[in-house]
């Protein structure tokens, strides 16, 4: 390819249909081995033999014969935006973050080669393949055909997105993960997660940390907490209101999340939920 931007733009033989949400670097890939061409060499053709600078949206769209308005639609990212990151306390919250979409979805596209997309916090399933999609690699997206409970769960997290905002669910979610990851490195109130985890892989499973599945298994207890730490009401019968608002908030802890769970905590308890509340970590 010549350096330097073309006088002419002129569509290359083979396009590409974005898939939604599609980061840009992930398009951009698919349509350079569509064309045989390197990703690189395109990016900066394409943006004027600049291969650092930002990628315009209406010479892209020459080059990929697709309309200007279904990329600025579809490709999350082209103005060149980088999401940001909301930290609550020390934990780092990703309003958008970056996965693989659902293979099976991809496939459905046409899209023979992995797809990268934007993605909300909430996205962690495809509810029409029954897979968990929150993973780092395309391939590591464990079946949910015998998780019914992995899957109503991830109805209840959107019934609570729509409820309560995104925002909020968002970091009610990241700190109840918080407080489920530290449970299940203490051996606490995992019952369920271990029933999931061998309906996953059997009586004698060890997996790393970053497993998908364990994420999977732990997933309806997040959604469970991240529902009372989101909500006012359940939040404010842990601050004294109303007088018995503490048996209540436990009992709910019982039913919805952690069956043996004692509320409240002496003062000074370890346990993650009772400092979260308490101490605000």
């Known amino acids: 390819m010549p350096h330097g931007k073309p006088r002419q733009a002129t569509p290359l033989p083979r396009h590409v249909s974005p898939f939604p949400a599609e980061i840009l670097g992930s398009y951009l890939r698919r349509l350079a081995q569509a064309n045989r061409?390197?990703?690189?060499?395109?990016?900066?053709?394409?943006?004027?033999g600049r291969r650092n600078r930002s990628v315009p949206a209406g010479q892209l769209a020459i080059f990929a014969g697709v309309p200007v308005s279904t990329l600025e639609h579809a490709i999350a990212g082209l103005d060149g935006d980088k999401p940001r990151t909301?930290?609550?306390g020390e934990i780092p919250v990703h309003p958008h973050a970056t996965g693989p979409a659902c293979r099976l979805?991809?496939?459905a596209h046409g899209a023979t080669q992995p797809i990268w997309c934007q993605t909300h916090p909430e996205q962690v399933i495809c509810l029409r393949h029954r897979r968990w999609i929150r993973s780092a690699t395309v391939t590591a997206q464990p079946c949910l055909d015998n998780q019914p409970d992995i899957l109503q769960a991830h109805k209840q997290h959107l019934r609570l997105v729509r409820r309560f905002g995104r925002e909020q669910v968002m970091l009610g979610f990241a700190a109840a993960e918080h407080i489920c990851r530290q449970w299940h490195a203490q051996r606490q109130h995992d019952e369920q997660f271990g029933r999931r985890m061998r309906i996953f892989h059997g009586a004698d499973w060890l997996l790393p940390a970053n497993d998908p599945t364990i994420a999977a298994a732990a997933y309806p207890e997040v959604v469970a907490l991240a529902r009372l730490l989101t909500s006012p009401h359940w939040r404010s019968l842990v601050?004294?209101?109303?007088?018995?608002?503490?048996?209540l908030f436990a009992r709910e802890v019982?039913?919805?999340?952690?069956?043996?769970y004692k509320w409240p905590q002496p003062r000074s308890s370890r346990d993650p939920l009772y400092r979260w509340i308490t101490k605000g970590h």
Not at 37 to 48: D, Q, T, V
């Open 86 to 88: 909301i930290y609550l």
């Open 105 to 107: 979805c991809a496939l």
């Open 254 to 260: 019982q039913k919805t999340v952690a069956p043996g």
């Open 37 to 48: 061409l390197s990703p690189e060499a395109l990016r900066g053709y394409i943006a004027g």
């Open 239 to 247: 601050t004294g209101i109303p007088e018995d608002g503490d048996a």
